[in-house]
């Protein structure tokens, strides 16, 4: 019999205590997920992240010491196992967003999310995946980024970042151009380390602001 798997560990960080209550509420009803802390400030998050060892971290942008993007930047960089990442935010379109994305967070919810999606954005990151909203991703990358042109790519490379831009999985890119899962795979991590990408966000915010993948 095999033996069922460990629940995802989920740490919230919000200055909002109504927040706080209100996700930890929403991830509790999952018995694939548990909640191991909680903090209210950036200060707060080594020490929350040594002693829980979360998977995922949902983590608020704005908040009046230490904010999310300092607070991702410091975890990415320092943590023994960095968790994944997930920014919470009241507006899509904060530079605090944008840039808490370039420093390695795995994608954003917004506070008006339903339930059903919180707990899927979860579940998607703690996978490995990035998740992605490449409307909001192109409108960010206008309004802040930096118009740095992307690494020399291969032209198979070249078609998976631009279908990586698209929110498309690595299936759903070889069902695309009919390859294989694993040679999928191989690209992408191709792409990855042509554009010193940590993940599959950082690459496409890449493609986005050197104009390399069409607005359209």
Do not use: C, W
């Amino acid at each position: 019999m095999s033996t069922p798997a460990e629940p995802i560990r989920v740490a919230v960080v919000d200055d909002e205590e109504l927040v706080r209550i209100g996700l930890t509420a929403i991830i509790s009803t999952a018995p694939d997920l548990t909640v191991v802390g909680e903090a209210a400030d950036g200060a707060a998050v080594p020490p929350l992240l040594a002693r829980t060892r979360p998977d995922v971290v949902l983590m608020d942008v704005r908040m009046p010491a230490i904010d999310g993007l300092q607070a991702t930047r410091h975890a990415l960089a320092t943590a023994t196992s960095p968790p994944r990442i997930l920014i919470i935010t009241t507006f899509e379109h904060d530079e605090y967003v944008y840039a808490a994305l370039r420093a390695g967070a795995s994608g954003f919810l917004l506070k008006r999310a339903r339930p059903a999606e919180v707990l899927a954005a979860i579940r998607v990151v703690a996978a490995g995946e990035s998740l992605l909203f490449p409307a909001a991703i192109r409108r960010l990358a206008a309004a802040y980024g930096s118009r740095t042109p992307p690494a020399d790519l291969t032209d198979r490379e070249a078609e998976v970042l631009r279908l990586m831009a698209r929110g498309l999985s690595n299936a759903e890119i070889a069902e695309r151009l009919v390859l294989g899962v694993q040679t999928v795979k191989t690209h992408v991590g191709n792409v990855l380390a042509k554009l010193g990408a940590r993940d599959r966000t950082q690459a496409v915010i890449a493609a986005y602001e050197s104009g390399f993948v069409s607005p359209s």
